[in-house]
């Protein structure tokens, strides 16, 4: 019994870390899109699709996410959303490009829609006690209101620091060194 409440919550863990990667993303990339704007050359009116691309394709395939986590397991979808977002965001990470990182934002909210549909479900079904039920949610929700707060420092803190790569990867040596203050 113990072993099982243990899962459950490690369980919870996951979910949690899902749902804070998705929610840091939204607040983290809105405070680099300056530096994103300067680095890849976008105009005003192009750089909107940054943000437009994640939101359009997170907003349009929730229902979906949903449906296929139905079907084929909720487990099974949310840790193929959560490896679909994970390596979007590597690719926007290493996007030389405006295309790129447009393509990987939008693949970004597929792997987010998928991840965020299916979370609630899971922890429906985790939690069947009303008591254990309510304490996941809550924990849940702290989570995610509170990974918007972290994005905008987290955001801040990275771009202002280091570059805007190191809000979506932190793969490349160039990326490493700090900017030197002027």
Request: glycine share 14%; proline share 2%; net charge positive.
């Given at each position: 019994m113990v072993h099982r409440e243990r899962n459950r919550w490690l369980a919870m863990g996951i979910l949690c870390l899902g749902a804070l990667m998705i929610v840091?993303?939204?607040?983290?990339?809105?405070?680099?899109?300056?530096?994103?704007?300067?680095?890849?050359?976008?105009?005003?009116?192009?750089?909107?699709?940054?943000?437009?691309?994640?939101?359009?394709?997170?907003?349009?395939?929730?229902?979906?996410?949903?449906?296929?986590?139905?079907?084929?397991?909720?487990?099974?979808?949310?840790?193929?959303?959560?490896?679909?977002?994970?390596?979007?965001?590597l690719s926007c990470g290493l996007a030389s490009s405006r295309a790129l990182l447009v393509v990987a934002r939008g693949v970004q909210g597929l792997g987010g829609a998928v991840v965020d549909s299916v979370s609630l479900s899971l922890i429906m079904n985790l939690f069947t006690e009303p008591a254990d039920r309510t304490k996941a949610m809550g924990v849940y929700g702290f989570v995610c209101s509170g990974g918007g707060c972290i994005g905008a420092v987290l955001g801040g803190v990275l771009t202002g620091d280091f570059n805007w790569h190191w809000i979506l990867a932190l793969l490349k040596n160039e990326w490493v060194t700090p900017r030197r203050k002027g």
């Amino acid at each position: 019994m113990v072993h099982r409440e243990r899962n459950r919550w490690l369980a919870m863990g996951i979910l949690c870390l899902g749902a804070l990667m998705i929610v840091l993303d939204i607040t983290i990339v809105n405070v680099a899109l300056p530096s994103i704007r300067a680095d890849l050359h976008f105009s005003e009116a192009s750089l909107a699709w940054v943000v437009n691309a994640y939101m359009l394709t997170f907003g349009g395939f929730l229902l979906l996410g949903g449906r296929l986590g139905d079907l084929y397991g909720h487990r099974r979808v949310f840790l193929i959303g959560l490896v679909l977002f994970t390596a979007a965001s590597l690719s926007c990470g290493l996007a030389s490009s405006r295309a790129l990182l447009v393509v990987a934002r939008g693949v970004q909210g597929l792997g987010g829609a998928v991840v965020d549909s299916v979370s609630l479900s899971l922890i429906m079904n985790l939690f069947t006690e009303p008591a254990d039920r309510t304490k996941a949610m809550g924990v849940y929700g702290f989570v995610c209101s509170g990974g918007g707060c972290i994005g905008a420092v987290l955001g801040g803190v990275l771009t202002g620091d280091f570059n805007w790569h190191w809000i979506l990867a932190l793969l490349k040596n160039e990326w490493v060194t700090p900017r030197r203050k002027g």
